[in-house]
């Protein structure tokens, strides 16, 4: 995790549990943060549109209370958090949705489950402490909430401060994907160099594609979330062709990210090719270089064998050899010697036994 997002994290646990921005009849919208539900039903009760974040450390407890506090159903939440990183419940006067928040460190990726309660006049969000994208949103929600024209009706609203959280949301997403491709950069450098050890360098390259792949999951169910605001026709969720476009931006957003992630995963397919490839070329040269020790081997043993097996003969009593003979016998040594050293060569080459190169 780089440093400023663990800053980011060490302030949302040291700071408030929870902050709301809302924006009254009078058309200013405020700001405020407390500890518990209770303290925001005062701004909630008056408000024309309201966001409410919450940030807990447990989030199957925890979620449902506030979510049952603030007015919800006591089954949404676990409904939600009963899907796989992500889910879609519409029930008319509410609306739950639940998507993926990745957070990658290193080649570690770690999904976190994002909330968003709508009802109308309110959207709630609740995750846990690691995820503090929607802390830097807050900075200058309440600006982007004064863009909203108070004319328009509340479903419009709500669906325009909704697709800005989901954009949000997704936009710290893709930035965690930079990462992944910054590492799989110097993962294709190091491909280069072919001498290094298989055993170190096939595991990186699992562990990037494992990453991918977790995080092609959270793309996919952000998607499906996407599609499913766009054409469930929920009664919170405006109906102006307009605004239903910019949700179809969102999804058009998270296919691109869909394409760039498979065409990741392609390269590092290719890049598991090539290793093997590399190390197929490494078991060939250790091959022919062991094909022509043996070789030598074969042609030095057939050396030693012909004069040592004359030696052996002529070293029978039979022969009854003088120290007058070593002149004869020494010639004839070296010459069998020599001899038969050349006749295992040519006829080794000849049969193109030897190996032409090692590399």
Same mark, same amino acid.
């Given at each position: 995790?780089?440093?400023?997002?663990?800053?980011?994290?060490?302030?949302?646990?040291?700071?408030?549990?929870?902050?709301?921005? $809302?924006?009254?009849?009078?058309?200013?919208?405020?700001?405020?943060?407390?500890?518990?539900?209770?303290?925001?039903?005062?701004?909630?009760?008056?408000?024309?549109?309201?966001?409410?974040?919450?940030?807990?450390?447990?989030?199957?407890?925890?979620?449902?209370?506030?979510?049952?506090?603030?007015?919800?159903?006591?089954?949404?939440?676990?409904?939600?958090? @009963?899907?796989?990183?992500?889910?879609?419940?519409?029930?008319?006067?509410?609306?739950?949705?639940?998507?993926?928040?990745?957070?990658?460190?290193?080649?570690?990726?770690?999904?976190?489950?994002?909330?968003?309660?709508?009802?109308?006049?309110?959207?709630?969000?609740?995750?846990?402490?690691?995820?503090?994208?929607?802390? /830097?949103?807050?900075?200058?929600?309440?600006?982007?909430?004064?863009?909203?024209?108070?004319?328009?009706?509340?479903?419009?609203?709500?669906?325009?401060?909704?697709?800005?959280?989901?954009?949000?949301?997704?936009?710290?997403?893709?930035? /965690?994907?930079?990462?992944?491709?910054?590492?799989?950069?110097?993962?294709?450098?190091?491909?280069?160099?072919?001498?290094?050890?298989?055993?170190?360098? $096939?595991?990186?390259?699992?562990?990037?594609? /494992?990453?991918?792949?977790?995080?092609?999951?959270?793309?996919?169910?952000?998607?499906?979330?996407?599609?499913?605001?766009? /054409?469930?026709?929920?009664?919170?969720?405006?109906?102006?062709?307009?605004?239903?476009?910019?949700?179809?931006?969102?999804?058009?957003?998270?296919?691109?990210?869909?394409?760039?992630?498979?065409?990741?995963?392609?390269?590092? $397919?290719?890049?598991?090719?090539?290793?093997?490839?590399?190390?197929?070329?490494?078991?060939?040269?250790?091959?022919?270089?062991?094909?022509?020790?043996?070789?030598?081997?074969?042609?030095?043993?057939?050396?030693?064998?012909?004069?040592?097996?004359?030696?052996?003969?002529?070293?029978?009593?039979?022969?009854?050899?003088?120290? @007058?003979?070593?002149?004869?016998?020494?010639?004839?040594?070296?010459?069998?010697?020599?001899?038969?050293?050349?006749?295992?060569?040519?006829?080794?080459?000849?049969?193109?036994?030897?190996?032409?190169?090692?590399?």
């Amino acid at each position: 995790m780089e440093t400023s997002e663990v800053s980011q994290v060490k302030a949302a646990t040291n700071g408030p549990r929870a902050f709301c921005v $809302a924006m009254p009849p009078s058309g200013r919208p405020c700001k405020m943060t407390g500890e518990q539900p209770s303290d925001f039903i005062s701004i909630l009760q008056d408000a024309d549109i309201a966001w409410l974040n919450f940030s807990v450390s447990e989030i199957h407890e925890e979620t449902a209370k506030i979510a049952s506090a603030l007015g919800f159903s006591s089954s949404l939440v676990p409904s939600l958090l @009963s899907g796989y990183y992500s889910a879609y419940e519409d029930r008319d006067t509410e609306l739950g949705l639940m998507l993926p928040a990745v957070r990658v460190t290193g080649l570690k990726v770690d999904v976190y489950p994002l909330l968003i309660l709508i009802r109308k006049n309110l959207i709630l969000t609740m995750h846990t402490k690691e995820v503090v994208r929607l802390v /830097h949103f807050y900075r200058y929600a309440e600006t982007f909430m004064r863009k909203i024209k108070p004319v328009l009706p509340w479903q419009d609203k709500l669906t325009i401060f909704l697709t800005r959280l989901i954009d949000e949301n997704n936009s710290a997403n893709f930035d /965690h994907l930079r990462r992944i491709e910054t590492q799989g950069d110097e993962l294709s450098s190091r491909l280069t160099d072919p001498t290094i050890p298989r055993n170190i360098i $096939a595991p990186e390259i699992h562990n990037m594609k /494992h990453a991918l792949i977790q995080y092609l999951d959270t793309l996919w169910a952000t998607l499906d979330v996407i599609n499913s605001l766009r /054409h469930g026709d929920a009664e919170l969720i405006t109906d102006s062709p307009k605004l239903l476009a910019r949700i179809g931006i969102l999804a058009g957003d998270v296919n691109r990210q869909i394409s760039l992630s498979e065409h990741m995963s392609e390269v590092l $397919a290719s890049g598991l090719e090539v290793l093997q490839s590399i190390y197929n070329n490494q078991l060939q040269i250790i091959n022919n270089r062991l094909a022509l020790a043996v070789t030598w081997l074969t042609v030095l043993g057939t050396a030693v064998l012909v004069p040592n097996t004359l030696a052996t003969i002529f070293g029978n009593t039979a022969f009854d050899l003088k120290p @007058s003979d070593a002149g004869w016998y020494s010639a004839m040594l070296i010459i069998s010697t020599v001899g038969s050293t050349l006749l295992a060569y040519w006829w080794i080459k000849k049969k193109g036994i030897i190996p032409k190169a090692i590399s």
